[in-house]
């Protein structure tokens, strides 16, 4: 077994504690060797805290646990449970429900997830103490960085970072994504000084709900302060990239106004203007430096050539975001890529231990005190039976196998119990007695291009949808499949279509067919049309249209491959180079939405 110990402590034993800093980030790294090394006994510490705390809940008190603290028992009563199977108890909690439901501590938010269920996304309750073990996990984050890269107290970060639209259910409690409720709260708004996490991005700026409005004030800043800057990030490496695009669209009106010293009138936030009156000063030197670099055709480097002090990037490029790793490399020079941290909105689960390595083999560490973590060994062909009579035990924190893969199951002291997230995670070794992890998927996930996630019904559901204005045309779709496109900035979601036509004189037209494309995105869940429509982290839907016996190319191109002619179905979704490159040559139209799909903060039903 691959067991790493010590890594860290060496250089918290050596680092001098002169300052208060290093003074700080050895006990965080001190913090990390305790919690590593006594994965087991913290976990059980963990669920006993959990089980005390909520006792009284009516979600425990179903299960008969008597007042038991103990795992043993706990795991042989609690069932696991989906989002689903929480929903009823959820939408009471929504519905101004105050009693103890699933939390003995009051909720104090819904954090909103990217998941979504019905279309919608999953709404996560959450306790105000939560905040704190979230802001303890980003605690660690620079102290093991400032291992492997010394001197970022030294600089500034430029990272773009956004709040996003949030609402109240009918019961009055406020829903909004986990780093809105972050960016928003006293924990973040009044941090204290430390040098180690000075951004250029004014507070203002992130809090600006406006997205052209804060985009356009943390690219200015981040340009004014372009020589301090040593790390570039985003939460997620489409969010840099949208950065990027929109350097490359607006960097005219930037550099007049670096030139001048004058805001764009576009910015009317008050707020906003009035720190900027103290950051925005003419230099023209500047402004000429930039029309410079932006002005030509040539991309490639564009990160390093304007902010030449850069160590690394800071995006998340694992799971889904791998994707865009060819294009950060582009506009990067290659900078390395460290993946720092693991988390969601029902729970912040871990960090990267070992920041500096490719992304192909970035680890996660879970760190055993943010819940108490169980495991479903992962078996497509054979699952695990997960009756909610007889409980099966799941596998404990501590008792992972290296090179097995599992579905991880959390309990929150917000409430959640023995919750499948549906992420899929590989174990890749121990860093003391603790596992880390190797993101492998989320479940049931087909597209992805940003934050939204779309599954194969969501899509059959979409096609099935769009179809239906082909019935007037004596047209149906025969077979379909999709990719999502991250080649432009913004990336889209492409559907290729093999139709049948039954009468070629009356064939869909090719306003039909966009609209087709609309339906499509009107039918997707409400994450997608956010990202259509407040965020334009997606691009319009395409549907490209490919020649009849397309899809039975794909097949025979898969039988000779290996794949079983009885077995065959066609994928739902394909990244394969060869396959895409089939479907592309024999494409006889393309179709784009004509407009965005409706979305609005608000829930639907
Ligand atoms: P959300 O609930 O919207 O906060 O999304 C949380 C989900 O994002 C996780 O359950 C993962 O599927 C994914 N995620 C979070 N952090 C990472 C990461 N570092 N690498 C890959 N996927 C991640």
Same mark, same amino acid.
Request: proline residues 7%; contains cysteine.
């Given at each position: @077994?691959?067991?790493?110990?010590a890594v860290?402590?060496?250089?918290?034993?050596?680092?001098?504690?002169?300052?208060?800093?290093s003074?700080k980030?050895a006990?965080?790294l001190q913090?990390i060797?305790?919690?590593?090394?006594?994965c087991g006994?913290?976990?059980?510490r963990?669920?006993g805290?959990?089980?005390s705390?909520?006792a009284?809940?009516?979600?425990l008190?179903?299960?008969?646990?008597n007042?038991a603290?103990?795992?043993?028992t706990?795991k042989?009563?609690?069932p696991?449970?989906?989002?689903?199977?929480?929903?009823?108890?959820?939408?009471r909690?929504?519905n101004?429900d105050?009693?103890?439901i699933?939390s003995?501590?009051?909720?104090?938010?819904f954090l909103?997830?990217?998941g979504?269920?019905a279309?919608?996304?999953?709404?996560m309750?959450? *306790?105000a103490d939560?905040?704190?073990?979230?802001?303890l996990l980003?605690?660690?984050l620079m102290?093991?960085?400032n291992?492997?890269?010394?001197g970022?107290?030294k600089g500034?970060?430029?990272?773009f970072?956004?709040?996003?639209?949030e609402?109240?259910t009918?019961g009055?409690?406020?829903?909004?994504p986990?780093?809105?409720s972050?960016?928003?709260?006293?924990?973040?708004?009044?941090?204290?000084?430390?040098?180690?996490l000075v951004?250029t991005?004014?507070n203002?700026?992130?809090?600006?709900?406006?997205?052209?409005?804060? @985009?356009?004030?943390q @690219?200015?800043?981040?340009?004014? @302060?372009?020589e301090e800057?040593l790390?570039v990030?985003?939460v997620?490496?489409s969010g840099?990239?949208?950065?990027?695009?929109?350097?490359?669209?607006n960097?005219?009106?930037?550099a007049?106004?670096i030139?001048s010293?004058?805001?764009?009138p576009?910015?009317?936030?008050s707020s906003?203007?009035e720190?900027?009156?103290?950051i925005?000063?003419?230099?023209?030197?500047?402004a000429?430096f930039i029309t410079?670099?932006?002005?030509?055709?040539n991309?490639?480097?564009? *990160?390093?050539?304007i902010?030449?002090?850069?160590?690394?990037?800071?995006?998340?490029v694992?799971?889904?975001?791998?994707?865009?790793i060819p294009?950060l490399?582009?506009?990067s020079?290659?900078?390395?890529?460290?993946c720092?941290?693991y988390?969601s909105?029902?729970?912040?689960f871990g960090?990267?231990?070992?920041p500096?390595?490719?992304?192909?083999?970035t680890?996660?560490t879970?760190?055993?005190?943010?819940?108490y973590?169980?495991?479903?060994?992962?078996?497509?062909?054979n699952?695990?039976?997960?009756?909610?009579?007889?409980?099966?035990r799941?596998?404990?924190?501590?008792?992972l196998?290296?090179?097995k893969e599992?579905?991880?199951v *959390?309990?929150?002291?917000s409430?959640?119990?023995r919750?499948?997230v549906g992420?899929?995670?590989?174990?890749t070794g121990f860093y003391?007695s603790?596992?880390?992890?190797k993101?492998i998927?989320?479940?049931?996930?087909?597209l992805s *291009?940003d934050a939204d996630k779309?599954?194969e019904?969501?899509l059959q559901?979409?096609?099935?949808?769009?179809?239906?204005?082909?019935?007037?045309?004596?047209t149906?779709?025969?077979?379909?499949?999709s990719?999502?496109?991250?080649?432009?900035?913004?990336?889209?979601?492409?559907?290729?279509?093999e139709?049948?036509?039954k009468?070629?004189?009356n064939a869909?037209?090719?306003?039909v067919l966009?609209k087709?494309?609309?339906?499509?995105?009107?039918?997707?869940?409400?994450v997608?049309?956010q990202?259509r429509?407040?965020?334009n982290?997606?691009?319009?839907?395409?549907i490209?249209?490919?020649?009849?016996?397309?899809?039975?190319?794909?097949m025979d191109y898969a039988?000779?491959r290996g794949?079983s002619?009885n077995q065959?179905?066609?994928?739902?979704?394909?990244?394969f180079?060869?396959?895409?490159?089939l479907?592309?040559?024999r494409v006889?139209?393309?179709h784009?939405?004509p407009?965005a799909?409706?979305?609005?903060?608000?829930?639907?039903?």
């Amino acid at each position: @077994m691959a067991v790493e110990s010590a890594v860290l402590t060496p250089v918290a034993a050596t680092t001098p504690v002169a300052n208060p800093e290093s003074e700080k980030h050895a006990k965080a790294l001190q913090f990390i060797e305790d919690m590593t090394k006594n994965c087991g006994a913290v976990q059980e510490r963990v669920i006993g805290e959990i089980l005390s705390r909520n006792a009284n809940t009516e979600y425990l008190q179903r299960f008969q646990l008597n007042g038991a603290t103990d795992r043993d028992t706990y795991k042989a009563k609690v069932p696991i449970v989906k989002y689903e199977d929480l929903q009823p108890d959820i939408q009471r909690i929504a519905n101004g429900d105050r009693s103890p439901i699933l939390s003995s501590h009051p909720i104090s938010e819904f954090l909103t997830s990217s998941g979504t269920s019905a279309g919608e996304r999953k709404l996560m309750p959450t *306790i105000a103490d939560e905040m704190d073990r979230r802001q303890l996990l980003y605690s660690l984050l620079m102290p093991v960085m400032n291992l492997y890269v010394p001197g970022l107290d030294k600089g500034k970060g430029l990272y773009f970072l956004f709040i996003k639209a949030e609402t109240k259910t009918p019961g009055g409690i406020v829903a909004r994504p986990v780093l809105t409720s972050y960016y928003k709260s006293e924990q973040f708004k009044k941090r204290p000084h430390d040098p180690f996490l000075v951004y250029t991005s004014p507070n203002e700026a992130i809090l600006c709900a406006d997205s052209f409005q804060s @985009m356009y004030t943390q @690219m200015l800043c981040g340009l004014i @302060m372009r020589e301090e800057v040593l790390r570039v990030g985003a939460v997620f490496a489409s969010g840099l990239l949208r950065a990027i695009k929109f350097l490359q669209l607006n960097w005219k009106q930037l550099a007049d106004d670096i030139s001048s010293g004058i805001l764009n009138p576009r910015i009317t936030d008050s707020s906003i203007k009035e720190c900027m009156s103290k950051i925005l000063k003419p230099n023209p030197e500047l402004a000429q430096f930039i029309t410079k670099e932006c002005e030509g055709e040539n991309w490639a480097s564009i *990160i390093p050539r304007i902010w030449p002090n850069t160590k690394y990037l800071d995006v998340i490029v694992t799971g889904a975001m791998a994707q865009y790793i060819p294009t950060l490399d582009y506009y990067s020079g290659g900078l390395p890529l460290p993946c720092t941290m693991y988390a969601s909105s029902e729970c912040y689960f871990g960090l990267n231990l070992k920041p500096m390595t490719k992304p192909s083999e970035t680890c996660y560490t879970i760190m055993p005190n943010m819940g108490y973590f169980e495991f479903i060994p992962h078996d497509p062909v054979n699952p695990m039976p997960l009756s909610r009579d007889s409980p099966p035990r799941l596998v404990d924190l501590a008792d992972l196998e290296v090179g097995k893969e599992y579905e991880l199951v *959390i309990s929150t002291y917000s409430g959640l119990c023995r919750y499948r997230v549906g992420d899929i995670l590989l174990v890749t070794g121990f860093y003391n007695s603790a596992p880390q992890f190797k993101f492998i998927r989320r479940k049931n996930v087909l597209l992805s *291009i940003d934050a939204d996630k779309t599954d194969e019904s969501e899509l059959q559901k979409a096609i099935e949808n769009a179809s239906e204005l082909l019935n007037e045309f004596d047209t149906r779709v025969v077979e379909y499949t999709s990719h999502g496109d991250t080649k432009t900035i913004p990336g889209h979601y492409v559907i290729y279509w093999e139709l049948h036509v039954k009468d070629p004189e009356n064939a869909p037209t090719h306003e039909v067919l966009n609209k087709c494309c609309l339906v499509m995105e009107e039918s997707m869940n409400s994450v997608y049309r956010q990202g259509r429509v407040a965020d334009n982290s997606i691009g319009p839907l395409e549907i490209r249209v490919v020649k009849n016996g397309t899809f039975e190319e794909l097949m025979d191109y898969a039988i000779s491959r290996g794949a079983s002619i009885n077995q065959y179905k066609p994928p739902r979704c394909v990244n394969f180079a060869p396959i895409l490159e089939l479907l592309d040559a024999r494409v006889v139209s393309a179709h784009f939405s004509p407009s965005a799909p409706h979305w609005t903060p608000e829930r639907r039903g």
